[in-house]
């Protein structure tokens, strides 16, 4: 691993792998948008690794850059319990409507981002309740390490489909991977407004 230490002492280890994977494009930035990389964002120095979670991959302020082992060095976080590579696990959510929010009878979308860094999304798909599950409608283009916008038209109907003696719905999604199979979804929560 590369162990890269902050001005202010923090520490974060990358896999070297991660740092000599050709697709990967991992940089140090000095500069962004033809413009000395401003302090809020890590001047003079900062490190980017697409594919990784930031407390592995994404020191700011970088003083010191050191070849080393997993077994030898910590980054700060690892020994408070989180993963020593950090991948960024396939994921989605639902940004709208937020969880908890009413929605009343008729079409209602259902919107929200997935990602599967370094592998790209290749489909999204909901379900309200215990029902089939039903492929969403994600943006194209991007890369491998691009989010998906995605959105589901939901013709939410009183009654239909939901719990009994509950006036809420509960609504999932996954996300595919374009290699490996599909993410478990999770659960959102949204309360129903009947007509």
Request: charged share 25%.
């Amino acid at each position: 691993m590369v162990l890269s230490t902050s001005h202010d002492g923090w520490t974060a280890g990358t896999p070297l792998q991660a740092l000599t994977d050709p697709g990967r494009d991992a940089l140090l930035a000095v500069a962004m948008d033809g413009r000395p990389l401003p302090v809020e964002h890590g001047f003079p120095v900062r490190m980017v690794v697409p594919g990784l979670y930031g407390y592995v991959s994404a020191t700011k302020w970088v003083t010191d850059l050191e070849v080393t082992r997993f077994d030898r060095a910590e980054g700060y976080w690892t020994p408070r319990g989180w993963s020593a590579e950090g991948p960024i696990k396939t994921g989605s959510r639902i940004d709208v409507p937020r969880q908890g929010d009413g929605v009343r009878a008729g079409r209602v979308a259902v919107a929200g981002v997935a990602w599967a860094q370094h592998v790209g999304v290749e489909r999204v798909e909901v379900r309200v309740d215990q029902g089939a599950w039903q492929a969403a409608r994600h943006g194209d283009g991007g890369g491998t390490d691009t989010w998906r916008q995605w959105v589901y038209e939901w013709d939410a109907t009183p009654g239909d489909h939901e719990p009994a003696g509950a006036g809420h719905r509960r609504d999932r999604r996954r996300a595919d991977r374009r290699r490996g199979a599909a993410r478990p979804g999770r659960r959102h929560r949204l309360a129903h407004r009947r007509g």
